[in-house]
């Protein structure tokens, strides 16, 4: 039986360079994005389109969309991804683009 976090083994894992929000993070390939970005310190993933309130990861297996970020310009639920190098990560965009947009 393994007795050892298998959160331990994250540390040994290749790590590449994810772009959020234009910051430059460097995460394990292959690992969860929610999960990832989590570790990283990322706390808010997205604002509600209604009230503004802030959203981050709450199932972590894709039944919430509370997660949900644009990919590479598409909306994704980081959940749902493994991290590859080089993704291209944002906030998906809800109150704080209605009100640029007004």
């Known amino acids: 039986m393994k007795t050892a976090s ?19 993070l460097r995460l394990p390939v292959g690992a969860n994005l929610a999960a990832s970005l989590l570790a990283a310190g990322v706390e808010v993933f997205r604002h509600t389109p209604v009230s503004g309130a802030p959203r981050a990861p709450f199932c972590m297996m894709g039944a919430c969309f509370e997660c949900l970020v644009e990919v590479d310009g598409i909306a994704r639920q980081a959940c749902m991804i493994d991290v590859t190098e080089g993704l291209k990560v944002t906030r998906a965009h809800g109150r704080e683009a209605q009100n640029d947009a007004s």
Do not use: W
Not at 7 to 17: A, C, I, K, N
């Open 6 to 24: 298998p959160f331990l083994e994250l540390e040994d894992t290749p790590r590449v360079d994810v772009s959020f929000e234009g910051t430059t």
